[in-house]
C-alpha cells in the first residue's frame, strides 16, 4: 500500500527566504506525482506535474523534483512571498494497469511566510 | 478561476436527514472524483467516475452514492446522515482522454457538519 510522508508538517520562515518541502513515498513505481496548494477552507491548486520519467518541472518561482527511485520529491519556493502562506501537498499517482487513476495524499506541509 | 463548481459551501444539518452534494465542471472532462478530508488529514477518495454512467467506490468505505447522468454534473448523495458523516467534501475532475498526466481540477468543496 502507498504511504505519502511530507515533513516537516509546519513551517514559518521570513519574506523573502528559500525554502524547501518534502515528500516521500513507499511505492515507487508511480505514474507521475503532483503538488498542490489549498488555501484555508477552500479546495486544492494544482502547482507542478511530474511524469515518471521526469527529473523536475519548474514554475515561475517553483520548482519541484523527483527521484523516483529513492521515493522522494521536493518543492522548493523561490524568494518566498506573504502570499505563498498555504498548505502545500503531495499525491502520487498509482502506476498499476487499472487503478491508474487513483492518487494517494500526503497530509500536507502548513507554510506561514511572515512580513 | 476553478471551472468546477461546489454547492452548497456550508450545510449544517440533523442526524437523518437526506442530503445531496453538487458538483458541476464546466471543462468537458470526463473523469470526476469526490474525495474526503478531515482537518490536517489525507485526501481519500470515496468516488470516481470515468465517464457517463460509469462510477466506481474509492479507496475509503463512503455510505454515500453518486451518480453520472451527464458529464458535467456528479451529484453525492447521502441517505442518512450521520455525525460520522461530519467531514469536508471535494470534488475533481480532469481532462478527457487516456493518458493520467493531467492535474486534477479542484472545486471549493462543500464543509458539511451533521449535528
Known amino acids: 500500500k502507498q504511504e505519502v510522508t511530507q515533513i516537516p508538517a509546519a513551517l514559518s520562515v521570513p519574506e523573502g527566504e528559500n525554502l524547501v518541502l518534502n515528500c516521500s513515498f513507499t511505492d515507487s513505481a508511480i505514474y507521475n506525482l503532483q503538488w498542490f496548494r489549498q488555501d484555508p477552507g477552500k479546495g486544492l491548486t494544482s502547482l507542478l506535474l511530474i511524469q515518471s520519467s521526469q527529473r523536475e518541472q519548474t514554475s515561475g518561482r517553483l520548482n519541484a523534483s523527483l527521484d523516483k527511485s529513492s521515493g522522494r520529491s521536493t518543492l522548493y519556493i523561490a524568494a518566498s512571498q506573504p502570499g505563498d502562506s498555504a498548505t502545500y501537498l503531495c499525491a502520487v499517482r498509482r502506476n498499476s494497469g487499472g487503478s491508474n487513476y487513483k492518487l494517494t495524499f500526503g497530509k500536507g506541509t502548513l507554510l506561514t511566510v511572515n512580513p | 478561476e476553478a471551472d468546477i463548481y461546489q454547492t452548497p459551501r456550508y450545510l449544517v444539518i440533523g442526524t437523518g436527514k437526506k442530503i445531496t452534494l453538487e458538483c458541476s465542471q464546466t471543462m468537458g472532462h470526463d473523469k470526476m472524483y469526490w474525495y474526503q478530508q478531515d482537518p490536517g488529514m489525507e485526501l481519500h477518495l470515496i468516488h470516481y467516475?470515468?465517464?457517463?454512467?460509469?462510477?466506481e467506490k474509492g479507496d475509503l468505505s463512503s455510505e454515500s452514492t453518486v451518480s453520472r447522468i451527464r458529464t458535467e454534473h456528479f451529484p453525492l448523495t447521502l441517505e442518512s446522515a450521520r455525525p460520522s458523516h461530519t467531514s469536508q467534501y471535494l470534488c475533481?475532475?480532469?481532462?478527457?482522454?487516456?493518458?493520467?498526466?493531467?492535474?486534477?481540477?479542484f472545486g471549493n468543496g462543500t464543509r458539511l457538519t451533521v449535528t
Open positions: 467516475s470515468y465517464g457517463v454512467n460509469s462510477t
Open positions: 475533481a475532475s480532469s481532462v478527457t482522454g487516456s493518458s493520467y498526466n493531467s492535474p486534477l481540477h
